[in-house]
Structures are given as C-alpha cells and as structure tokens.
C-alpha cells in the first residue's frame, strides 16, 4: 500500500517561486499516476495539475498554466509542483493524491482519503 505524503508550503509574497514535494512510502511512485489539488478557504477542493506514470503526460488548470510545473524523480520516489509567479489566488492547501487516470483539471474533486496537505500562502 502507498502512502503519499506532501511538504514544501510555506509563505511568500506575490510574484516569487515555491516547490511543493509529495514524497511517497511504500510502493515505487514510478508506477503511479500522481495529481496535485488545493483546496482554498470555504472553497471546493479542486486539480491543479497531473502527471502520468511515465512523466510524458502533464495536465494543468488553466489558472496555473505557463505559471506551474509538475514533474517526477523516479528515485526520489517524489513528484513536485514547481509553482513560480505565485499570486494570493493561489493560496491555499496544497494535496497530492494518487489516481487511475488524470482528472480534468481545475474541476471540484471529492474523495475521502486525502493527506494533511502543505499550506501555501501568497502575500499581494
């Protein structure tokens, strides 16, 4: 059984560039198609970005398009969300979780298993 597990959030002001980790025990990340999702204060939870097990397919919201990259290190058993020119829209919770494919992104999500999350606070 693979558990996911993300870190990396912190606060930074508008305009600068964070990397949020989600770092996986157990079975190889490898295999594992692997999302990131936020979820804002008194708002749904919904995709950011998604990557396929073979790293060769990437999805994004719209919102964070040309702003956001996801990406995978087999090794490190890690996938991370490169975040630069952060705004305050983007704060939020950020949360990593395993799928059978990539859902569309930018859309609410639902799901009871998910993980602490790693906060992300954008200051304007």
């Known amino acids: 059984q693979v558990q996911l597990g993300e870190s990396g959030g912190g606060s930074v002001q508008a305009g600068d560039s964070l990397r949020v980790s989600c770092t996986a025990s157990g079975r190889p990340i490898s295999s594992l198609i692997v999302g990131w999702y936020r979820q804002a204060p008194g708002k749904e939870r919904k995709g950011v970005s998604c990557?396929?097990?073979?790293?060769?397919?990437?999805y994004y919201a719209d919102s964070v398009k040309g702003r956001f990259t996801i990406s995978r290190d087999s090794v490190k058993k890690t996938v991370y969300l490169q975040m630069n020119s952060l705004k305050s829209e983007d704060t939020a919770v950020y949360y990593c979780?395993?799928?059978?494919?990539?859902?569309?992104?930018?859309?609410?999500?639902?799901?009871?298993?998910w993980g602490q999350g790693t906060q992300v606070t954008v200051s304007s």
């Open positions: 979780a395993k799928s059978s494919v990539c859902p569309k992104m930018g859309l609410p999500i639902t799901g009871d298993n």
């Open positions: 990557i396929s097990a073979s790293g060769s397919g990437t």
